[in-house]
């Protein structure tokens, strides 16, 4: 137990108080080294007289004018904060401290949780982040290691999980993207408490492109087969297909967006010219036209 208080705290606080004869030999005290936020909690003062009591933390001073060799006992939710508190016990010229530790409870209350991206393309290797923050009913973080788990479940029912331990309150993870297109649910959950966030997810690069041409009147009709990633999803509304006719030395290309899957454009009918189609970098089938 420390003896002396603060030059400082002494002129602000105590200065000009009255207090009840006592000296540093008669009057001591005995407080916890360390509470839970919200806690009752008890500090035995030995002596005669009265004296008051500081506890002096980092949102709060609470005073209490006491009997001497008494119990003086706090309610609980007297102190929420975790924190680190000072304790001083004052009578005339004489004065006691101790130090008194808040923590926070160990159970979490809240979790706040961080998940990005909201929106990605589906079948990606630890393309999703997730991190998490433990707080107890106070809202202070929970230091002491705690175990969390991460859920992602997709349209389809397949769950990927992931369990860790917080460190200094904080835990995080990485997971993949799912292969299926739509709306993913990303759960955090600790000791019964847990909190969902939505992943969305559309369908990757196109795969597998191909098409057909037909003769239509004076012009070719040039259409893709539908348009997938290389999960099955069906390719987005508006990806930009290529398609692009060769012949004597010539070339014309068209850029068509993507409807309900699907892709078509007429072009001129030039005989042994050479078509293609692409889409990205993705390369699709070619036709050689003869007439």
């Given amino acids: 137990m420390r003896r002396g208080l603060p030059i400082m705290f002494a002129g602000l606080a105590l200065a000009g ?13 005995n407080a916890p080294q360390t509470i839970v936020a919200s806690s009752a909690f008890a500090i035995q003062s030995a002596g005669s007289g009265t004296a008051t009591l500081y506890i002096v933390g980092p949102d709060r001073v609470l005073k209490r004018r006491i009997q001497l060799g008494e119990t003086t006992s706090f309610p609980s939710g007297s102190l929420n904060n975790a924190g680190h508190y000072l304790v001083v016990l004052a009578a005339g010229s004489s004065t006691q401290s101790a130090s008194l530790d808040v923590i926070p409870e ?75 297109q739509g709306v993913d649910n990303f759960v955090a959950k600790s000791d019964g408490v847990s909190i969902a966030r939505q992943i969305r997810q559309v369908p990757g690069d196109p795969c597998n492109l191909t098409m057909t041409a ?45 409807k309900h899957g699907v892709a078509k454009v007429e072009m001129p009918a030039y005989s042994g010219a050479t078509l293609s189609v692409a889409s990205g970098v993705v390369l699709g089938n070619q036709i050689r036209w003869e007439e």
Avoid at 146 to 151: D, K, L, Q
Avoid at 225 to 248: H, K, L, Q
């Fill in 214 to 258: 037909q003769k239509a009147g004076s012009e070719i009709e040039l259409q893709t087969a539908p348009v997938r990633d290389c999960s099955g999803n069906v390719a987005a509304d508006g990806t930009i297909v290529t398609f692009t006719e060769t012949y004597d030395g010539g070339q014309s290309t068209a850029d068509v967006p993507l």
């Fill in 17 to 29: 108080m009255p207090w009840a004869s006592a000296s540093a030999q008669d009057m001591s005290m």
């Fill in 106 to 180: 160990s159970t979490p209350a809240t979790i706040a949780f961080l998940a990005k991206p909201s929106r990605l393309p589906v079948s990606l290797n630890d393309a999703i982040t997730g991190a998490v923050y433990l707080f107890d009913a106070n809202r202070n973080l929970i230091a002491a290691p705690t175990p969390v788990s991460f859920e992602l479940s997709g349209p389809s029912g397949g769950t990927q999980t992931h369990s860790t331990t917080t460190r200094d309150g904080a835990a995080w993870t990485e997971i993949n993207s799912t292969a299926q």
